[in-house]
């Protein structure tokens, strides 16, 4: 495989922060986000729409953001998007563990794998199948749940990933109804775990 110069490596990036991790497994961890530009999928509920055209987006090194990631020193290092395997990640990912610094992505697995992570987080959407690829990657899967169809989705996606996949479920946000909907499902089926925003309940990105 050829190996790709960190010096001219770049990604389109629409933001990087440091915070807590908001979802799932790594609720409440310090966290450092690196959201890149580009996204194929196009969830009509995304909070992120500004970041699926990655042209808009400021292209950034390799090392500048290995650099800004060691500096923020995190617990982890999110990889997020956008969809981020839009992008070969195995450059940026190589930069970030030499570092020192964890790893996880962030993915919707609507393109082949790319990277070396220490965590990943899969979130399939009807409205563009994943890639076989993710499926035995994925660590935790997280199903965004807006209606009754999506816990069927749940169920069909849920199988197809390991047996040890921490499994979630987490209320559309802007549909208040499916809290209801999401508690009520967790309790009949214990398999499933509830995940809810916890950083927009605290007000902080």
């Avoid at 070396?116 to 660590?139: E, G, L």
Wanted: charged share 25%; proline share 7%.
């Amino acid at each position: 495989m050829k190996t790709v110069s960190i010096t001219h490596c770049t990604y389109p990036v629409v933001e990087t922060f440091h915070s807590v991790q908001g979802e799932g497994w790594w609720t409440g961890t310090s966290a450092f986000f690196i959201r890149l530009g580009g996204c194929d999928v196009g969830c009509p509920w995304c909070d992120q729409k500004e970041s699926w055209n990655a042209r808009l987006h400021p292209r950034e090194s390799v090392a500048d953001l290995a650099d800004r990631a060691r500096n923020a020193n995190p617990a982890i290092v999110v990889i997020t998007g956008g969809e981020p395997l839009l992008h070969d990640l195995d450059p940026l990912t190589r930069e970030l563990r030499e570092r020192g610094l964890r790893v996880h992505l962030e993915t919707s697995g609507t393109r082949p794998f790319s990277g070396s992570f220490d965590w990943v987080t899969f979130s399939p959407k009807v409205y563009k199948a994943p890639h076989p690829s993710i499926y035995d990657r994925a660590n935790e899967i997280k199903i965004v749940v807006a209606d009754e169809s999506d816990l069927r989705y749940a169920e069909e996606q849920g199988s197809r990933v390991p047996s040890t996949a921490a499994r979630y479920l987490q209320p559309e946000w802007n549909t208040p109804e499916s809290q209801r909907l999401v508690f009520d499902y967790v309790l009949k089926n214990p398999r499933w775990r509830v995940s809810l925003q916890t950083h927009k309940f605290l007000g902080v990105r």
